[in-house]
């Protein structure tokens, strides 16, 4: 069972656009979460977090948007570039201290020129 | 080096053989872990270690043997292992006195049991 699901394999932007990744999780004990990017060949790096106190984080180009109700967080990109297509990966975190993360499958970003 | 590093990058086995993988993090934390991806799938946590201590094991088959003679260096001894094993298995790092979560990660070794 699938506890963090991201349900769009591959998503493609035109550049100077937005680009929104979606995350669902189906488990109420999390309340820690992150995104990370993959490039090819290379490990997933760190991008951004949220932790469930709040509704949104913003760092630059990166906002991360969470909806508890919702069971739902987004990660919007604007203005999308080129070095952003990769694949993000959500992941999900429970009780403070815990560091066993949760991971979705992923969605590959193209950005197109 | 900076970062986390993990050798080899590449590893093709045999069901009989016997092989280890090394991960080295030049971050100074005190968590390491082993993580598995498989085609298709999410990221599967393996092994923590804190302080050199292992403090989960997620259910993994005794073929996948882990080691952290240090917190700077972790090692999977891999024995007997299936073809269903092929995946890329990447180590990770962190500082569990300021953010367990944000994680950083080795390039990963993309492991073939053939």
């Known amino acids: 069972d699938q506890q963090v699901k991201q349900n769009s394999p591959s998503l493609s932007v035109q550049e100077g656009r937005i680009s929104i990744l979606n995350c669902d999780y189906t488990n109420s004990m999390f309340d820690y979460f992150l995104w990370y990017k993959k490039y090819p060949a290379e490990g997933p790096t760190f991008l951004i977090s949220?932790?469930?106190?709040?509704d949104k984080n913003e760092d630059g180009r990166f906002t991360v948007f969470l909806n508890k109700s919702a069971k739902h967080l987004s990660l919007h990109i604007v203005p999308s570039q080129p070095g952003d297509s990769a694949v993000y990966f959500c992941?999900?975190?429970?009780?403070?201290?815990?560091?066993?993360?949760?991971f979705g499958t992923g969605t590959r970003l193209t950005i197109i020129p | 080096e900076t970062g986390v590093t993990q050798t080899p990058r590449h590893l093709v086995m045999g069901m009989t053989n016997k092989k280890s993988l090394k991960c080295e993090q030049h971050l100074g934390h005190n968590a390491m872990y082993w993580y598995k991806q498989s085609a298709k799938k999410p990221l599967e946590l393996m092994f923590v270690y804190n302080f050199k201590e292992q403090t989960e094991n997620n259910s993994v088959p005794s073929r996948f043997s882990p080691e952290c003679p240090n917190s700077s260096h972790l090692f999977l001894h891999l024995h007997t292992l299936q073809p269903e094993d092929s995946a890329l298995y990447l180590c990770?790092?962190?500082?569990?006195?300021?953010?367990?979560?944000?994680?950083?990660f080795g390039p990963g070794t993309r492991l073939t049991v053939t």
């Open positions: 990770a790092s962190s500082n569990r006195d300021w953010s367990i979560y944000e994680q950083y």
């Open positions: 949220i932790s469930s106190i709040k």
């Open positions: 992941a999900a975190s429970g009780a403070i201290g815990n560091e066993k993360l949760t």
